[in-house]
């Protein structure tokens, strides 16, 4: 191999999951496995180059000037890069190989480049620290100087990874490095790789050795989260964040001021499928935004109000007086349209502050990112005098500290850019122009010299045209040979004896005098120190920029709360909705409610729908109703409302009391993942099984179908007894339960606290009319056929369709056994009459009969008997 392929091999092997950028020439060139990726993922063409070796390295390259756009694509891609580039000129290097090193290493998690990340989304780094049946999980989004960590437990291997993955669902990482090696990374890593666009360092076991001196050193303060552990799994999480920062920042402290822990106790827990069925942020099939909550509710002006809407949307609160809080704020900007306007055209100027400031923390930053922080800094003035007169306590206080201690910082450090950097800067730091005139005395001094220098030059022009007569005599400069006078062939016997002769050109001669050295190296050198000068200025006006982190981030906290709360406002006002009433109750009453995303899509009238549920007489709802009716629509809108009420949102209704709610589970839709093995019956299952065992009396489940993926009585069983358990005194949490099993119905006689409903469809001749309408009772039929044929299903089709249901109805009609169900369907439901029987029996506490009774349950289980 030759040494150049050595070296590469050498990097490559300690980069070994990077596509390694590897500089030769004019270009950065990728060899073997990296160019053969890259070239497909790029379509980029494929070459060879001879590396000492039979055969040639594969190889494929991009040139040099252009390398951000591919960079930016293959992290898109989930790819990691690192480059490494030329130290030295191949001159340099006087026929010895170059000298090379990685100058820079970019991962999907800590993108620092706004350019390269969507500004709508926090970019979230998670480092999972999997020990036992526990693992510590920390996200942070290197833009907001924070490590969000928690702490997740399953009683097996099953519930750890569900655990795990409602936490990732949550975040959504671009980027998870794993601890453990072996199967569980497997299982995460498949799971990871399909379902979301991440990339994985699994088995980075170096990076979460817990480490005193480390974490001590990244918070002096020592200001940890109750019962954090340096040197328990939490601790190594936090590590593995730091030191995985460090590494690809090139930094040895990064700049992470907090970790900042979040339970179950601070949000309503979602799982994963629940956040996808609800479409909070992407719609199920074709995950995009428009057809979300989050499409209706983000109507803020700024990047980090819309990441922070976005946040609040996936973490509704579940303390009563927060939300109550946030409900002050929307309302004092919903009743106030002058402030409201005004708040919202003064953010539309805003730029990103915490991004940008990300920029300056990691040195990566130019001066026209100081010039939009500094324009950004200027709206704070403007939003202290319009937050001046509010009474909402969020506001207040925020004006509070506007027009404080913080505000005067905001105010110092716009002062300090503003009489640092000139208003216009260029784009490169290293070529000067950029330290505004006056705030450094040399600069001035120096940048007077070159421009005196430039005139005398102008003087000399005039002078030597003279001398010499030449008219067209022009004096000119190239970065290589430097000033010089440029006389045309014709005049070239005109020249004097003291002109040095420079450059022989086509039509031209170009020569230089002792006097016009003399110049050059005047302004040259003037220019040179006053470049080198403002490159240092703009550096300690960096250092400057940073010292003010924490105003910074708690201006930027101002700017995103206020642009939500007016957003929410402005959506409110837009959609007609309502302040819901927030408490601590049981109740969930609703008056006229909508579908906040189905009311934005239906061309005619939405008809709105009024819902009452409680832990007590109305804790389950079974809906029944043709295909198409509005049951999801109907389910899934109450599942919405109770989320915007617990984001402090107003909500699509004309009257709402909401009873705080822990937890939200849905069991909407089946969907088949093969790619985990599960059927579409597997799957319902195991979402039923997680309801089952994390639902509480404060939640609120919606089952949308339950046991449609098998034989009919098996269905209707499982859908059943899971009935009787969310709705029996064990859990009693609040259910809405839509189902096809019109035999269902039966329970609202048996179990206090179920209630039927139905969604009103009128049956005209052949046809149906969905009236919408949710009312009390059981439906009366399925209407399946009228929906196949509003579908299109052909004519012949739906009138066998008809001929069929009418035998199977008639035959039906007479068998005993239908009655049966009818009237004690626990007992036709199952297989075996004996166990049934045995079940029956053992359920029994005799000690707690009356005579009266157990004379009644013998004969009721005798007849039981014979019936079977
Ligand atoms: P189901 O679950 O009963 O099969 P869906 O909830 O899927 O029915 O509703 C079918 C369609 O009916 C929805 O896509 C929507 O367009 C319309 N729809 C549902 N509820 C309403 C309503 N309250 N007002 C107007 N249109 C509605």
Known sequence: MSPMMQHYLEIKKQYSDYIVFYRLGDFYEMFFEDAKIVSKELELVLTGRDCGEDERAPMCGIPYHACDVYIGRLVEKGYKVVVCEQMETPAQAQGNIVRRDIVRIVTPGTLTDGKLLDESKNNYLCALNIYGLTAACAFCDI?????????????????????????????????????????????????????????????????????????????????????????????????????????????SVPEITEICAYGSESFMSIDASTRRNLELCETLRTKERRGSLLWVLDKTKTSPGARLMRKFIEQPLVNCRAVQLRQGAVAEFFSHTILRDDVRAALSGAQDLERLFTKVQYGTSNARDLIAIKQTLSIFPKLEALLCDTSASELSSMYNSLRTELGEKLGALYDFIDRAITDDPPFLVREGGLIKKGFN??????????????????????????????????????????????????????????YIRKQTLTNCERFITRELKDMESRILGANDKSIGLEYELYLSAVENVKSYADAIFSAAGILAKTDVY?????????????????????????????????????????????????????????????????????????????????????????????????????????????????????????????????????????????????????????????????????????????????????????????KNYNIAAKKRGDSVTFLRKIVRGSADDSYGIEVAQLAGVPAEVIRRARQILKKLEEENANTPVQKTEAVIPEISLFDSAKNILAEELKSIDVNTLTPIEAMGKLYELTKKAKEL
Do not use: W
Request: with cysteine.
């Open 441 to 498: 005395s040399d600069v001035d001094e120096l940048r007077s010299m070159v421009t005196e220098s430039r005139e005398y030059l102008s003087q000399i022009e005039s002078q030597e045209k003279e001398l010499t007569g030449i008219k067209g005599l022009k004096i000119g400069y190239t970065k290589v040979f430097g000033y010089y006078i440029e006389i045309t062939k014709s005049n070239i016997p005109l020249v004097p004896d003291r």
């Open 566 to 754: 007016a957003a929410l406002a402005e959506v409110a006002l837009k959609n007609n909705y309502v302040c819901p009433e927030v408490d601590y109750s049981d109740l969930i009453e609703l008056k006229n409610s909508r579908h906040p995303v189905v009311e934005k899509f239906t061309n005619d009238y939405f008809v709105p729908n009024d819902v009452s549920l409680d832990c007590g007489r109305n804790r389950t709802m079974i809906i029944t109703g043709p295909n198409m009716a509005g049951k999801s629509t109907y389910m899934r809108q109450v599942a919405l409302i109770v989320l915007m009420a617990q984001i402090g949102s107003f909500v699509p209704a004309e009257e709402a009391r909401i009873g705080i709610c822990d937890r939200l589970f849905t069991r909407i839709g089946a969907s088949d993942d093969l790619s985990s093995g599960s059927s579409t019956f597997m799957v319902e299952m195991n979402e039923v099984a997680y309801i089952l065992k994390h639902a509480t009396k404060k939640s609120l489940i919606i089952y949308d179908e339950i046991g449609r993926g098998t034989s009919t009585y098996d269905g209707m069983s499982i859908a059943r007894a899971v009935l009787e358990y969310t709705t029996g005194k064990k859990l009693g949490a609040k259910t809405m339960f839509a189902t096809h099993y019109h035999e269902l119905s039966e329970l609202e006689n048996s179990i206090d606290g179920v």
């Open 143 to 251: 833009s907001r100087a924070m490590i969000e960590l928690t702490t997740v437990n399953g009683s097996d291997e099953d519930e750890l990874f569900q655990s795990i993955i409602n936490e990732l669902s949550l975040f959504k990482p671009s980027e998870v490095i794993i601890n453990a090696p072996g199967e569980r990374v497997a299982r995460l890593t498949d799971f990871l790789s399909q379902n979301e666009k991440c990339s994985i360092t699994a088995s980075a076991g170096e990076y979460f050795i817990p480490d005193q001196a480390l974490i001590k050193n990244q918070f002096p303060d020592e200001c940890f989260p109750e019962g954090f552990s340096i040197s328990g799994t939490d601790g190594g999480a936090c590590a593995a964040i730091i030191r995985y920062i460090s590494e690809t920042q090139k930094t």
